[in-house]
Structures are given as C-alpha cells and as structure tokens.
C-alpha cells in the first residue's frame, strides 16, 4: 500500500510559477514510475511529466519547456511549473505504480488573471 499527498497548489497569475510536491508514505527507489496528471472541468485526466526510477523523464507536448519534473532520493516527487497559462488550471493528481496503480487526492492550480 502506497500513499500519496500533494501540496504546493494554488491560484497564480499568468506567466507565474508554482511547486507541486508529492511525498510518498515510503520510499519511492523501487517505483518503476513516478508521474503527475492533471484533469480540468470536464475533461479527462491527462498525463503532464513522468520521471522513471533511472531518471529518464517525459513530457506532454502542452509543458514542455516551461514544466519540469524531478525527485529526490527518497519518497518525494516534484513538478516546478514555470510561465504558468490560463490552460494549465486543473487539479494535478501525483501518480506511481508498485504493483498496482495508486493516486493522490489531487491540488487545485489556478491560472487566472
């Protein structure tokens, strides 16, 4: 059993900056895969950065250049969100897989002027 808790959202205003941060209840070294989605109203929960246990990462087309993900080195998994669009708002949910898929319950972020 994993738990994920994220923070770091909020209400920012175009070209702004935020740190999302997801802890793990345990340590994160043996998760194939540690990855942040987001899910605007009425649309569906969309993959936005990925970070693999060796480092590799990867990015959805729409932050690249402006999102990165990261990790340290023992149960927490960051998104810096730099130059921040009003198409970003969203609720951004923390993802891994260790044996089964595991969420977290998610942070608003809100771009708005």
């Known amino acids: 059993q994993v738990r994920l808790v994220e923070s770091g959202g909020g209400f920012v205003q175009p070209g702004g900056s935020l740190k999302l941060s997801c802890t793990a209840s345990?340590?994160?070294?043996?998760?194939?895969?540690m990855a942040w989605y987001r899910q605007a109203p009425g649309k569906q929960r969309d993959l936005v950065a990925s970070i693999r246990a060796g480092g590799q990462t990867d990015y959805s087309d729409s932050v690249k250049g402006r999102f990165t993900i990261s990790r340290d080195a023992r149960n927490t998994v960051y998104l810096q969100m730099n130059d921040l669009k009003p198409e970003d708002t969203a609720v951004y949910y923390c993802?891994?897989?260790?044996?089964?898929?595991?969420w977290g319950q998610g942070t608003q972020v809100t771009v708005s002027s």
């Open positions: 345990r340590s994160i070294f043996s998760f194939t895969v």
């Open positions: 993802y891994t897989k260790a044996g089964y898929d595991y």
